[in-house]
């Protein structure tokens, strides 16, 4: 199906299943433990050994000697495998380093062997015997050292964008701030580590893992270990949170199957804790100079956003700069990237990559704006709205409430109650009320999927999509009951599997949209065949209750199957809607915190999210979406950092206990508003993403709320106690 005009009236606009906040329909097996995680497929395979990942001892440079001579006489040991007993190892597309490492290093923790056992036990006791030496080479492991050394990057995002004369405007402006500010290193944290499970059948294999992109992946593994893509099949129905972290094939997988081989039986590896920080992906820290000019009336005039971020050789920046070029009017503008080269782990997508950090920064500085200028943030923001992307203007947004949300969230938050900074008590609490606006772009994809009409009237959809916790299971279903006049219970979904039609998949905020709309496709498609089948005219023909009607007569859907089944397959193919309009969601966040006037402790107290985000699928999974993603922004505000040893280039504190993520007790009352709107420019399902733009903005407006309370402003996230203290106002 062709999507190259807006979409007009479609039968999922009836909204009797879509649109409606149904339970999981995976739910019970998650919560019974009969949905198999990665590590959890006992029954696929017969006697699975267990593989345990050796990774390097050093950040750069060589191993010079590599023994593994006790390892391999060690009880229960099959095989141990390394980049000498391998073959020759292809890399993917989507890694910039290779995933097993020798003898060149290329970062800390990288895997270099590979012990196959029995017993996980006997894995990892005889991991432990592996001898290594190393030649260490000296690595760049500090963005701010290497900062003069950054490279402008080459890829598909621009580095740099100017319109106008920002340098002229900017010196010129009546009010002018130029700041800078520093978003840390930060892990993906999920909960379910990266693992896979590997078997052989002759020289095909079968991985099932944890994976967030099925078909990238697919094609990544086949490059890899140098087989026909055909010869390689994924399996990955559930995981267990991902984060961005998982969109790509990791070391678990590759080894796995490299352990199998060399064993002759399936070979189960999981990534232990304490290797994940460094041997897999992480989000960048970034230095970003922001500098705005505006006029006494509040109209921005210039802005520029110059953002500093590192990787290995070959890996991309942090596109921190992506929101400013389209979220504020402003006529002189520009924006920059540049790339250090570091021999730190690689870095690469994690929630929201881009406008998560970016709006960490640019959502601090408009505050900071607001107060020169002597007015309220929001007011501040309003006035510098656009409808057209402020460098094309001739390109107008599809859909843009930013507005609205800031309105409708000042008023549901009582934004009239914030009082002037530091002056708000609650016994030994400094308390403060914070804001920041929430943009992340919503790009579509192309997206497959097969459907079948069983016999007994029911819907199989069948598409290699994949569920990180975020409910594709039931937004499919909801489509495809929607589409075909079926109760939900009718549907059955399959996802996750190589074998089906490849599809979006999870990441980049384009999954859900693009997904459901290729599943969309594939219903309309077989209510075509179904309509032609009975020589009705399936422009006007009706399903609905499990029928179909049209000239006169109701035919139920498995009456037309028959004994067998209709099955058909297609895929949602996007034009350049896209290019004409900018497609994007917004959103407004607002906090309450309350700072402890002798100790500096940080709470948050209190949350709301506005968010304008097309039609939502399914509301009760929004909303746990959204705060989800709120609650990742407390982290990120608060606590997250992956602390980097510049000597020996590694980062320390790489288990759940050393890297602090919220808990609980951290996690205040959360509210989400969703604003009604359907984006017929978007697809044929009118939605867009809204797992990522829950967290864009949300540290900032702690750190604003922070401000707020306490008249200290802090620009170097994390906002630990130490760099609250030295301002805290005197409480003796």
Known sequence: MKFDTPAGPNPIDRLRVVGQPLD????????????????????????????????????????????????????GVLAVVTARNAGELGKGKMNTATLLGGPAIEHYHQAIALVVAETFEQARAAAALVRVTYAREPGRFSLHAEKDRAIKPEGDTPADTAVGDFDSAFASAEVTLDATYTTPDQSHAM????????????????????????????????????????????????????????????????????????????????????????????RPATEQRIRIGAGRDGRITAIGHESWSGNLPGGDPEVAIQQTRLLYAGEHRMTRMRLATLDLPEGNAMRAPGETPGLMALEIAMDEMAEKLGM?????????????????????????????????????????????????????????????????????????????????????????????????????????????????????????????????????????????????????????????????????AEF????????????????????????????????????????????????????????????????????????ILNPKQARSQVIGAMTMGIGAALSEELA??????????????????????????????????????????????????????VSAAIANAIHNATGVRVRDYPITLDKLLPGLPDVA
């Open 24 to 75: 999981r329909i995976d739910g019970p097996h998650k919560v019974t433990g009969t949905a198999p995680y990665a590590y959890e497929w006992h029954d696929v395979t017969e006697r699975a050994a267990y593989g345990h990942v050796v990774g390097a001892g050093i950040a750069k440079g060589r191993i010079a000697a590599l023994d593994t001579s006790a390892a391999e006489r060690a009880p």
């Open 191 to 282: 909960m379910e580590p990266m693992a896979s499970l590997a078997a052989w059948d002759g020289d095909h294999v079968t991985i099932w893992t944890s994976n967030q992109m099925i078909a990238w992946s697919r094609g990544d593994v086949a490059r890899t270990l140098g087989l026909a893509p055909e010869k390689v099949r994924l399996v990955s129905p559930y995981i267990g949170g991902g984060f961005g972290g998982k969109l790509f094939v990791r070391a678990d997988a590759i080894l796995a199957a490299l352990g199998a081989r060399a064993a002759k039986r399936p070979v189960k590896v999981a990534l232990h804790r304490p290797l994940i920080a460094n041997n897999t992906t992480h």
């Open 376 to 540: 309220d943030p929001v007011e501040f923001r309003i006035r510098n709205d656009t409808q057209v992307d402020p460098e094309k203007p001739e390109r107008p947004f599809s859909q843009r409430q930013l507005v609205e949300c800031l309105r409708q969230g000042a008023e549901c938050f009582g934004w009239h109650r914030r009082a002037a900074h530091g002056s708000v008590r609650d016994g030994r609490w400094l308390v403060g009320l914070g804001m920041a606006a929430g943009f992340r772009n919503a790009p579509v994809t192309k997206s497959g999927a097969r459907a079948r009409l069983q016999p007994d009237g029911r819907v199989t959809v069948e598409t290699d999509m994949t569920d990180i916790g975020t409910g594709s299971y039931t937004i499919i279903a909801q489509t495809a009951a929607e589409t075909m006049g079926l109760p939900i219970d009718q549907i059955e979904v399959k996802l996750g599997d190589s074998a089906f039609p490849a599809s979006a998949g999870s990441g980049g905020q384009w999954g859900a949209n693009s997904a459901t709309a290729g599943v969309y496709a594939a219903c309309m498609k077989l209510r075509e065949v179904i309509a032609n089948r009975l020589d009705l005219d399936p422009a006007t």
């Open 544 to 615: 609905v209750d499990g029928e179909v009607r049209g000239g006169g007569r109701a035919v139920k859907l498995a009456e037309v199957a028959g004994d067998g089944q209709i099955v058909v397959e297609d895929a949602i193919e996007f034009g350049d809607l896209d290019k004409r309009k900018q497609l994007s969601t917004f959103a407004a966040h607002f906090c309450e915190v309350g700072v402890d006037a002798l100790t500096g402790e940080t709470r948050v107290r209190r949350m709301l999210a506005v968010c304008a985000a097309g039609r």
């Open 644 to 697: 980097v040893d510049e000597r020996l280039g590694f980062f320390v504190n790489h288990d759940l206990a050393g890297y602090e993520v919220p808990v609980h007790a951290d996690v205040p009352e959360q509210e989400v508003v969703f604003l009604d709107e359907a984006d017929a420019d978007s697809s044929p399902m009118k939605a867009k993403g809204v797992g990522e733009l829950g967290l864009c903005g």
